[in-house]
């Protein structure tokens, strides 16, 4: 009696672990969004934008026709992303790439986020890059609402959206 209990118990984790498993992959915690997309979804303002421009560009270079001299970005609050915050968009990116590429089983620790441009409400702009797919060295300079933001690795910023 005690082996028909103990084979049917392994019958049914072998039916059932693969399946329990299979849900345990990162998990989506927002979304994500390019600069354009937030801006025209009204996620981000213009003045969002001219900041995060200045904390990407190192100031008012490629904008100097718009930002005064004396232009003061919005304070960065935080000024530093939480560890929290940081593994649910870095999860979210996993989630996202193995959406794309099943075979892959990305997690959050093949993410990382090289710079944190702001809070913005509920969005935050980072750059990141994963050792899952390549660079390039394109420089080149993207613009969103006559804002300009200058770009040389092939990646260029994305806004995290919280759910």
Same mark, same amino acid.
């Not at 421009?53 to 960065?76: C, V």
């Not at 593994?87 to 093949?110: F, G, K, Q, S, V």
């Given at each position: ?10 019958? /049914? ?6 399946? /329990? ?20 979804? #009204? ?7 001219? *900041? ?5 560009? #190192? ?19 935080? %000024?530093?992303? *939480? ?5 649910? +968009? ?5 989630? =996202? ?5 099943? =075979? =892959? ?7 990382? +986020? ?32 006559? !804002? ?7 990646? %260029?910023?994305? !806004?995290?959206?919280?759910?």
């Amino acid at each position: 009696m005690k082996k028909r209990i103990f084979s049917i118990w392994m019958a /049914v984790c072998l039916l059932v672990l693969p399946a /329990v498993l299979a849900g345990c992959g990162p998990k989506t915690y927002g979304t994500f969004y390019t600069l354009q997309e937030a801006y025209d979804n #009204g996620y981000l303002t213009r003045e969002d934008l001219m *900041s995060i421009a200045y904390y990407k560009n #190192g100031g008012r270079r490629y904008n100097e026709s718009i930002m005064p001299e004396d232009y003061a970005p919005i304070p960065k609050d935080p %000024e530093e992303l *939480s560890e929290s915050t940081s593994l649910r +968009i870095r999860n979210t990116a996993a989630a =996202d790439w193995n959406a794309e590429y099943p =075979d =892959d089983d990305a997690t959050a620790e093949d993410f990382w +986020i090289d710079y944190y441009y702001g809070t913005y409400g509920n969005c935050v702009a980072v750059m990141m890059r994963d050792n899952l797919s390549g660079t390039t060295g394109v420089v080149w300079i993207g613009i969103v609402a006559d !804002v300009s933001f200058s770009y040389n690795s092939g990646k %260029e910023i994305r !806004v995290w959206r919280a759910k």
